[in-house]
């Protein structure tokens, strides 16, 4: 490689650097110039909209030809294209105020604001330009050009903040006079406020005044979030002054409810404001009154966020009850009333809410004395509820003791009327306990038994309708006739409930084993023997397991004899105590038998073997040695067989019992069976032959 192509190849790794240009002379100058100018029109021409263009463009014009006359035609031209551009506006005005041509800028600062008189921005740089020019009452010209078309707060505080800078203190107040007709709401207020206790703390005539007037005039026109701000720092700048007897009345006009209509959010931040000055000057009953002021306006509060807080409603009447206003009383529980939840089953929320009216109607009954305004709420609860969805027990009862306690005549037949009407919504809803055992309850205390069996029966068809469990309603059912002696109603009761369980529709309303263990209980208390044994009998037919067959044999040695029962009778002995005397093992052993017989003739051998060792454990408590041999001979014993299994032979457990020994031994035996091995030799040896 020669040393001329190196040189070539070790320039262009290098950065690129711009060649300088050197002008030699005026026409040089000028071609340059035209071929420049030339490059950016064409680039404008390209695209009008550009503005960066047009400002290089002028920018280049300025820096490198100093031609002022070109680059305002270029600012010119680029304003032709669109003359709302403000960006563009102040680039130029910017451009006229760096090389210090303060008229033009002036010039065009008058021309932008009269055109686009709404864009704050210009109006803010033509105050600056004036302003660092110090012409001050140019400022206060202009300010008053931008006021006449009504711009937003921006520029009121602007102008308010220039007059401060300047200690112009009447200025600003006029200005501030000026800027809440313009702008009347509590904040506007609250800017004057600030300024006054900022900057002239010790005006305190015209401070107090500044107080007043924004008092009386949010008042008047408009309170907003800010008055109770506005109110909370009077009341402090007061209470620095010493002025104590202003503070009271003040907070007693404000907080008087029956002179001023507030919201509960401003009425919340009042009693905020007026609390932080009581924990200064206030006594006790003062604070405690703030206090309890402050927590109804919470409850308040809360409702308005939530009508269906009832929990608020709750507290919210607490605190107005200690007012002993009776109107205000029924207005809050008619508010709290009319909020209906919109849930279509039976929530907290449904339960909060008939809570509420049940306290509505114990309040016109006990601390009105109102009955028919507590009838008329009671009867009103009733309308509100959805009876299609679910009901509510404490409704139907309280409504039903109201009338038996306020009605002397006819007290119990609307008793009886609102609880017929409880038990017709059960038809769809189900039956509902505390309906149905307040109304026995009232009925038991009248003696009206025929009453008391009819809503039993009711209460039973009811729960067997709608597939509940009978158990518990069945054994109050017993226990209530077993009270009024009725032995044959009872017996009748258990009857039918068997019946229904052998029914499958039925069946699972009922537990057997404890409706079993419950007739057995009262069959004993009235020593009806035979009725226990028919109701084993068909347990053991109908459920033949090991339990139930060793259950009915054991309940044999728990029967007295006749004996036994003539003894108890002519005796003073409140237990019947029972020996287990030969009759009763007899028996017992003879069930035993029975069962053995059974679980042989169904060649089920684990339940026979559990049967023959219950009996055993029974004859070793009330048997003799001959007994207990005689059942342990029966017992079966484990015995090791083999057996082949796909060709394996292996080897079980069984159980034997002796009986089917015997029968094996006199049966006439099949031939013993070779096994594989030695058939498998015997066909070796004849192969071999």
């Not at 300010?143 to 009447?170: C, N, Q, S, T």
């Not at 009581?278 to 939530?306: M, P, V, Y």
């Not at 029924?330 to 008939?354: G, H, I, L, M, N």
């Not at 030799?681 to 004849?686: D, F, G, N, T």
């Amino acid at each position: 490689m020669d040393t001329k192509h190196s040189l070539i190849f070790e320039d262009t790794t290098t950065k690129l650097v711009r060649p300088k240009q050197t002008i030699q002379d005026l026409e040089e100058l000028y071609l340059n110039q035209q071929t420049k100018r030339k490059e950016f029109e064409q680039q404008l021409n390209k695209n009008r909209l550009n503005y960066g263009q047009w400002l290089r463009y002028a920018r280049w014009e300025l820096d490198h030809n100093h031609d002022f006359a070109r680059a305002r035609s270029i600012m010119e031209r680029a304003l032709d294209v669109n003359i709302e551009h403000v960006p563009f506006w102040t680039s130029y005005i910017q451009f006229e105020l760096i090389h210090r041509n303060v008229n033009h800028a002036r010039n065009l600062l008058e021309r932008a604001t009269k055109i686009l008189p709404k864009v704050n921005k210009l109006w803010f740089l033509y105050v600056q330009t004036e302003e660092m020019l110090k012409n001050y009452s140019m400022v206060r010209q202009i300010f008053e050009r931008w006021l006449a078309w009504h711009p937003d707060e921006g520029a009121w505080d602007a102008y308010i903040y220039f007059e401060k800078r300047y200690d112009e203190v009447d200025n600003v107040r006029s200005l501030y006079q000026r800027y809440i007709r313009e702008f009347p709401r509590g904040e506007v207020w609250l800017k004057w406020v600030n300024y006054e206790l900022q900057n002239n703390r010790n005006d305190v005539e015209h401070i107090r005044a500044v107080f007043e007037s924004a008092v009386d005039w949010l008042l008047e026109k408009n309170v907003d979030e800010k008055f109770p701000e506005i109110v909370g720092k009077w009341l402090n700048w007061e209470v620095e002054c010493m002025e104590y007897d202003r503070v009271n009345g003040m907070r007693k006009l404000l907080l008087d409810e029956s002179k001023f209509a507030f919201s509960t959010s401003i009425r919340s931040a009042l009693y905020d404001a007026v609390s932080d000055t009581e924990k200064i000057i206030g006594d006790k009953c003062a604070i405690e009154d703030s206090i309890t002021l402050k927590r109804k306006l919470k409850f308040k509060l809360d409702i308005e966020q939530n009508r269906t807080n009832y929990d608020s409603w709750w507290s919210y009447i607490d605190m107005i009850e200690k007012d002993h206003d009776k109107y205000q009383i029924r207005q809050a529980f008619k508010e709290a009333c009319s909020c209906v939840p919109q849930d279509t089953y039976k929530s907290d929320k449904w339960r909060k809410f008939v809570m509420l009216w049940v306290r509505f109607a114990f309040w016109e009954e006990f601390d009105n004395h109102d009955i028919d305004a507590a009838r008329y709420v009671w009867n009103e609860c009733l309308a509100v509820i959805p009876h299609k969805h679910f009901t509510s027990g404490k409704v139907w009862i309280g409504f039903a003791e109201f009338e038996l306690r306020n009605d002397t005549e006819d007290g119990l037949t609307k008793f009886r009327k609102l609880m017929g009407r409880a038990l017709g919504q059960m038809n769809k809803l189900g039956p509902k306990r505390n309906i149905l055992e307040h109304y026995i309850a009232i009925e038991k205390n009248l003696a009206e038994w025929d009453r008391v069996r009819q809503i039993y029966q009711k209460w039973l068809e009811y729960t067997l309708v709608f597939g509940q469990s009978c158990n518990g309603l069945v054994k109050e059912y017993l226990e209530f006739e077993t009270s009024l002696g009725e032995t044959g109603r009872c017996e009748s009761l258990l009857q039918t409930v068997f019946e229904l369980i052998k029914n499958e529709d039925a069946s699972s309303s009922f537990d057997q084993t404890e409706m079993f263990n419950l007739a057995v209980s009262f069959f004993t208390e009235e020593m009806k023997y035979d009725k226990i044994r028919k109701l084993f009998r068909d347990l053991v037919t109908s459920n033949p397991t090991t339990d139930n067959w060793i259950s009915f044999a054991l309940f044999e040695s728990t029967i007295p004899t006749a004996t036994q029962l003539d003894q108890f009778l002519k005796s003073n002995d409140a237990v019947l105590e029972i020996e287990v005397g030969e009759e009763q093992m007899e028996n017992t052993r003879s069930i035993f038998k029975e069962a053995d017989a059974y679980f042989a003739k169904v060649h089920d051998v684990e339940g026979r073997k559990v049967v023959l060792e219950g009996w055993k454990q029974y004859e070793l408590a009330n048997g003799d040695e001959r007994s207990v041999t005689v059942v342990q001979e029966k017992l079966p014993k484990r015995v090791k067989k083999r057996r082949t299994v796909d060709g394996i032979e292996e080897e079980y457990f069984e159980w034997e019992f002796p009986e089917a020994t015997i029968e094996s031994e006199t049966s006439p035996q099949p031939p013993p069976s070779i096994n594989k091995f030695l058939a498998n030799a015997r066909k070796w040896a004849e192969n071999k032959q």
